[in-house]
């Protein structure tokens, strides 16, 4: 039986309704005999011309064996292929679904629950002990009123050039179906570098060990040339363009009282102390250390916005070499715009009240 559109199945049936007679029908239409019997019996038996609903192959998961499936995928770590292995295992299926299949079927469970099931890729994050949750609501609460004017934030980053010659933007809008591309290395160029902010600006960059083309003058406890930070260096950082740079910042800015030096518990840091107490005691004006600054609190941090804003605006010049990605970041960091650096200050009092509501947790950037 020849397969028929559906709009010529209702001219058969229109035609047979006026002239009554299949024979009459299929002449004046042209069409097979036998096919015109054949769709208004089929009318007259289930009242529709349309094709018969087929069984089709069964579903290799039912509804019990997709819960389970939803249940250990979002409460276990385990891949698609451990999970269809899982269900076999665990009597849910009668064999082994393939992972594509399966995690098809879950993906329209949760849909159907409201919820938006999405693979989660790249480094994991350090998880938060309850004693470091605790720590941070604890630096949250002590620093709810405290006046961040005073504080100069610093921390250290590596600003990787990975696109040489090309300008890497963060959004590419675009109406057709052209990619984003760019240039690619596998070994890119480094810019290692400390740098501080403060209410009235940035400090200078000081390049350290792990930039390209730079030669450490520091050794390791083994006495070997150092390959990453050291503790004499971070001395180093400190007294030559920490210290000295926080005093020009703050001066600038009219500061007359004394200023905190905030810094996160990198082991190398506890080489500040010795710099920052020689400062105080030859200064008019003393530094302190914040005390008490959580671990594992990069987002308590505004400097790390501060990151990704320079680092977005060196990535879209487009530097072609060492120098002059160097140069680029160096630019950068000292063009930040104050208004920028307002709005970041001002945002300190939500992120410790931000803190103190998720009990700790980190915060969503």
Known sequence: MPVLALHTRHRILATYEQLKTYKATARKLDVNLKTVKHWVRRFKETGQVGAKRKKGRPRSMSDTATAAALQLLTTADMSLSDLSRKLHEEGHTSHRVHRVTVGRWVKKLAQSQGKRLRALTGKPRPALSEANKQARVSFARAHLRTDWATVMFTDRKKFLLRSPGSSVRPVTWNTGDRRRTASSVSRPVVVNLYAGLTVHGTT????????????????????????????????DVVQNTLLPEGDRLFRKGGVLQNWVLQQDNDPTHRAAVQPVTAWSRGHSRSVQLLKDWPPNSPDLNMIENLWSIVDAKVKARGCKNASDFKQAVIEEMSAVPQDTITKLFASMEKRMKKVIECKGERLRS
Not at 206 to 231: C, D, F, Q
Request: net charge positive.
């Open 204 to 235: 200078k960059c000081h390049l350290v060990t792990g930039t390209t083309g730079y030669k450490s003058t520091h050794y390791n406890k083994k006495g070997e040339p150092a390959r990453n930070i050291t503790a004499s260096e971070y001395d």
